[in-house]
């Protein structure tokens, strides 16, 4: 049984720093992508940004040049760096893999709350 488990939520002060850690256990195949997505209340789950096992990344626009998606050395683990957060990145943070799409939709984790305070 597949399984992805995140850590690394908090909270913290606007400006301030995280750092999310997902890996994934039960599985055999490497995931062709791994990404994050979030979900804040009353709104749907945007993916935040994504890797390919090639290294390529994508981000959405809002988090760009504050997030870095980065993959572990581990099988299926995979790391975004958050900086200079804002109020508007509270949200819960879902981990996500993929053995076969761009961006990943297949295996989901639980989620860890990110909350950011003004």
């Known amino acids: 049984q597949v399984q992805l488990v995140e850590s690394g939520g908090g909270l913290v002060q606007a400006g301030g720093s995280l750092r999310l850690s997902c890996a994934a256990s039960?599985?055999?195949?490497?995931?062709?992508?791994m990404g994050w997505y979030r979900q804040a209340p009353g709104k749907q789950r945007e993916l935040v940004a994504a890797?390919?096992?090639?290294?390529?990344?994508n981000y959405q626009d809002s988090v760009k040049g504050r997030f870095t998606i980065s993959r572990g050395n581990a099988k299926n683990s995979v790391y975004l760096q958050m900086n200079s957060l804002n109020p508007g990145d509270t949200a819960v943070y879902y981990c996500?893999?993929?053995?076969?799409?761009?961006?990943?939709?297949?295996?989901w984790g639980q989620g860890t709350q990110v909350t950011v305070s003004s």
């Open positions: 039960g599985t055999i195949f490497r995931f062709i992508a």
């Open positions: 996500a893999g993929d053995r076969t799409r761009v961006p990943p939709n297949e295996y």
């Open positions: 890797i390919t096992s090639g290294g390529s990344t």
